[in-house]
């Protein structure tokens, strides 16, 4: 079985541009989790080191790969 990596995960967030904390936000790995929306900011991802030291994490999800510049544009018409 191949690794995987955490950055390529969907549930992967980056500190501060994706998520206030860096880790894994896969609703099962939180830390400490909240059920309403305007209580996220209180929400703590899990430690992503931890859970996939061995790089067999079992929820790992694709991210999903961003068109490429042409093909933005062939679907714009130009
Ligand atoms: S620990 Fe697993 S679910 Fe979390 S970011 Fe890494 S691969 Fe994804």
Redesign the pocket.
């Known amino acids: 079985m191949s690794k995987?990596?955490?950055k390529r995960?969907?549930?992967?967030r980056q500190a501060p541009y994706e998520a206030n904390r860096t880790g894994?936000?896969?609703p099962d790995?939180l830390v400490s989790s909240q059920k309403a929306a305007y209580l996220d900011e209180q929400q703590i991802p899990?430690d992503?080191r931890k859970?996939?030291l061995r790089g067999d994490?079992a929820?790992?999800?694709s991210k999903l790969e961003q068109p490429s510049l042409l093909r933005r544009f062939l679907s714009m018409g130009a």
């Open positions: 995987v990596e955490c995960c969907r549930w992967f894994c936000w896969h790995n899990g992503y859970i996939n994490c929820q790992f999800e």
